[in-house]
């Protein structure tokens, strides 16, 4: 077997939450008087931390942008978290990882609270050891910090069997400032030339080429 370890992004990875997060990003947006732009232009909120989106986005102060995160929230954990699908052949993934013996968890710049409920409404909770994610106060947001966190609060250390799979470029970056191997899928939101240039290990197109690279090889 590859790999032993296996850290999943949640959005873009696990489940397709895309329409959620622009709905809840247009919620914001309103509230703050600030121009909505094209649907394609939002997909760039999907996946990096909130703040720094919003940040680079509309160049807004750090006053504003904990305002405009506060109303993304208010309309996220009402309907925004459940606007949302798992991906087509995920839970066959996770059950032939977990069969194979793996340890799965998951390590997201979504916030940790939401990310678990987000894992109990579809039923995949009891396929991860542990849920790890940025914190409500913005203090862990970066992926890069996410994983740390994951990696101390799991007490993994066999760095070398361990994988983190994700489809934005930040989740390859995250992986390697922790010296970790990656596996960027393209059913995501990034694409191709995203993750080459961030430097994935590997790429694949389907939740089943997973399974094979890491159970097979």
């Known amino acids: 077997m590859l790999y032993k370890t296996i850290l999943f ?9 895309g329409e959620g997060i622009i709905h809840s990003v247009v919620y914001a947006l309103k509230k703050m008087d600030l121009k909505v732009p094209k649907q394609t232009e939002l997909y760039s909120f999907i996946g990096p ?10 160049r807004l102060d750090t006053q504003s942008t904990e305002q405009a995160v506060e109303y993304y929230r208010d309309y996220y954990k009402e309907k925004g978290m459940y606007e949302n699908r798992v991906y087509k052949g995920v839970t066959e ?3 032939a990882l977990t069969k194979a013996g ?8 979504k916030p940790e609270v939401y990310a678990k409920k987000i894992l109990d409404h579809f039923g995949l909770a ?14 862990r947001s970066k992926k890069g910090d996410v994983i740390h966190y994951a990696l101390d609060e799991a007490k993994i250390t066999n760095l070398k069997e361990t994988v983190m799979i994700g489809d934005r470029s930040h989740d390859i970056e995250g992986a390697k400032e922790n010296e970790l191997a990656s596996i960027g899928v393209l059913y995501g939101f990034g694409d191709a030339a995203e993750l080459e240039a961030a430097g994935a ?5 389907t939740p089943r080429e997973i399974e094979n690279i890491i159970i097979k090889s």
């Open 93 to 95: 993934l996770l059950e």
């Open 126 to 139: 009891s396929y991860f050891k542990g849920v790890y994610g940025a914190s409500l106060n913005g203090e």
């Open 49 to 58: 931390p909130l703040n720094e989106s919003f940040k680079k986005m509309y």
């Open 201 to 205: 290990s590997i790429i694949v197109k």
């Open 102 to 109: 793996c340890r799965l968890y998951i390590a997201t710049s």
């Open 9 to 17: 992004d949640l959005d873009g990875t696990i489940t397709d939450s």
